[in-house]
């Protein structure tokens, strides 16, 4: 039997979703709120684990491209502390691949090949049990009706509340992102601060950390611990005030680390929300949720990597289960929330020990899970 699926959202869980179950030859649409794939600034860089995303690329079928595009030279991490001084300075041996990085827009494009994407398709309500399946309506008062439909729509989820109440709360820890274009001629001091992969440095209850992308592009996070207007005060749409407002946040600090504040042009807040980690819901018929909307957590690293094996093992499972679509989907989601529950507590005690009182708890998470 062929069942009507369709997945909401084309971020990473809801592309290899559709990219694992193409290659199994069921159809499947994918309801993408973003007018067009270069509408907005795709993010930053991801880098993507082993066992996680790569295993998702390999049962995608993409392992190969996404070797050829990455840069394993993108895994070096340093760190200093808020005087400067570099405490550690860590680079991957030759044939290290154990977590290399991508550029978000790269990887899209790499899901996304062959896949039919609907843009411009913003959900607003799912509702299950109608008789003729699960209602999908749309912001342009459009509406269609699956057998399945797969919230893939990230944090906010429009898919979420036919499922759960539950909604992220905020952790107390707050972003604010620049970027710097064209760094290694542009900004050549801080190129070398950051070397070929990210720089970390670390004071009480704040870090300033880049990442280089592809291309000379470079990634500025803020962090702090912070309620939630702390910047109530500050039009973030201003760059010299709100760099300013920033550079007084972090007062004291060395004047080559401050300098990572020195260039952006724009400042976006990035306040970190997450789901409770034993986020679980009562099944409901052809309806599910994958990565962010399933299990938002901080970001350290783990978010898109579950988000991608969430779509690839759903979809595994689809094509395993013909003519049991709801057995597949049932069996799926209790695999996820054991993994999801597991990763929220890493992730939950690694911000926790990365935005702290005392630095030094940075530096211990890193000697704990890197490799020397
Ligand atoms: C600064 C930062 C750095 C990070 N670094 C890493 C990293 O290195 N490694 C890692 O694994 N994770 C990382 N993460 C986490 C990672 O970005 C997320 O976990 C991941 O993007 C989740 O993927 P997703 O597909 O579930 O959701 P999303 O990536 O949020 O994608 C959701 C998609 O749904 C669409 N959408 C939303 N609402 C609707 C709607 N109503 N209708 C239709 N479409 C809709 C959106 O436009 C989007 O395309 C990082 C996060 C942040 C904030």
């Given at each position: 039997m062929r069942h009507r699926i369709a997945v909401v959202g084309g971020g990473p869980a809801g592309l290899t979703?559709?990219?694992?179950?193409?290659?199994?030859?069921?159809?499947?649409?994918?309801?993408?709120?973003?007018?067009?794939?270069?509408?907005?600034?795709?993010?930053?860089?991801?880098?993507?684990?082993?066992g996680l995303g790569q295993r998702a690329l390999d049962k995608a079928g993409l392992l190969a491209e996404f070797q050829a595009l990455s840069r394993p030279e993108g895994q070096a991490m340093r760190i200093l502390d808020a005087a400067g001084t570099v405490l550690r300075d860590w680079k991957p041996g030759p044939d290290e691949r154990a977590n290399p990085e991508i550029d978000r827009g790269q990887l899209r494009d790499l899901l996304r090949d062959s896949l039919d994407v609907r843009w411009g398709r913003e959900v607003t309500r799912v509702v299950p049990g109608t008789g003729d399946g699960v209602l999908v309506q749309f912001a342009d008062g459009r509406q269609e009706t699956f057998d399945l439909v797969v919230g893939a729509d990230g944090a906010w989820s429009r898919v979420r509340p036919a499922v759960s109440p539950v909604t992220p709360q905020y952790t107390g820890v707050t972003a604010v992102e620049t970027s710097l274009d064209d760094v290694d001629t542009r900004h050549?001091?801080?190129?070398?601060?950051?070397?070929?992969?990210?720089?970390?440095?670390?004071?009480?209850?704040?870090?300033?950390?880049?990442?280089?992308?592809?291309?000379?592009?470079?990634?500025?996070?803020?962090?702090?611990?912070?309620?939630?207007d702390w910047h109530a005060h500050l039009d973030l749409a201003d760059a010299e005030a709100t760099r300013s407002g920033l550079l007084a946040l972090f007062d004291g600090w060395a004047a080559p680390v401050l300098d990572l504040l020195g260039h952006g042009t724009a400042f976006a807040h990035r306040p970190v929300y997450v789901l409770p980690g034993s986020h679980t819901w009562t099944h409901v018929l052809?309806?599910?949720?994958?990565?962010?909307?399933?299990?938002?957590?901080?970001?350290?690293?783990?978010?898109?990597?579950?988000?991608?094996?969430?779509?690839?093992?759903?979809?595994?499972?689809?094509?395993?289960?013909p003519d049991d679509l709801d057995e597949a989907v049932r069996a799926f989601e209790e695999q996820m929330w054991a993994r999801a529950a597991g990763w929220s507590r890493i992730t939950t005690a690694g911000l926790e020990r990365l935005v702290s009182p005392d630095p030094a708890e940075a530096l211990a998470l890193f000697d704990q899970v890197q490799p020397s």
């Amino acid at each position: 039997m062929r069942h009507r699926i369709a997945v909401v959202g084309g971020g990473p869980a809801g592309l290899t979703f559709a990219r694992v179950l193409h290659r199994h030859g069921r159809p499947v649409a994918v309801l993408e709120r973003d007018p067009s794939p270069d509408s907005r600034p795709p993010g930053g860089t991801l880098d993507l684990h082993e066992g996680l995303g790569q295993r998702a690329l390999d049962k995608a079928g993409l392992l190969a491209e996404f070797q050829a595009l990455s840069r394993p030279e993108g895994q070096a991490m340093r760190i200093l502390d808020a005087a400067g001084t570099v405490l550690r300075d860590w680079k991957p041996g030759p044939d290290e691949r154990a977590n290399p990085e991508i550029d978000r827009g790269q990887l899209r494009d790499l899901l996304r090949d062959s896949l039919d994407v609907r843009w411009g398709r913003e959900v607003t309500r799912v509702v299950p049990g109608t008789g003729d399946g699960v209602l999908v309506q749309f912001a342009d008062g459009r509406q269609e009706t699956f057998d399945l439909v797969v919230g893939a729509d990230g944090a906010w989820s429009r898919v979420r509340p036919a499922v759960s109440p539950v909604t992220p709360q905020y952790t107390g820890v707050t972003a604010v992102e620049t970027s710097l274009d064209d760094v290694d001629t542009r900004h050549p001091d801080l190129a070398r601060l950051i070397g070929d992969g990210s720089v970390s440095v670390y004071g009480v209850n704040r870090s300033l950390v880049a990442q280089r992308n592809s291309g000379g592009h470079v990634k500025v996070y803020a962090r702090l611990r912070a309620p939630l207007d702390w910047h109530a005060h500050l039009d973030l749409a201003d760059a010299e005030a709100t760099r300013s407002g920033l550079l007084a946040l972090f007062d004291g600090w060395a004047a080559p680390v401050l300098d990572l504040l020195g260039h952006g042009t724009a400042f976006a807040h990035r306040p970190v929300y997450v789901l409770p980690g034993s986020h679980t819901w009562t099944h409901v018929l052809g309806v599910t949720l994958l990565g962010d909307a399933a299990h938002l957590m901080p970001p350290l690293g783990a978010g898109a990597n579950l988000a991608m094996l969430d779509g690839a093992e759903l979809a595994e499972a689809i094509a395993a289960h013909p003519d049991d679509l709801d057995e597949a989907v049932r069996a799926f989601e209790e695999q996820m929330w054991a993994r999801a529950a597991g990763w929220s507590r890493i992730t939950t005690a690694g911000l926790e020990r990365l935005v702290s009182p005392d630095p030094a708890e940075a530096l211990a998470l890193f000697d704990q899970v890197q490799p020397s």
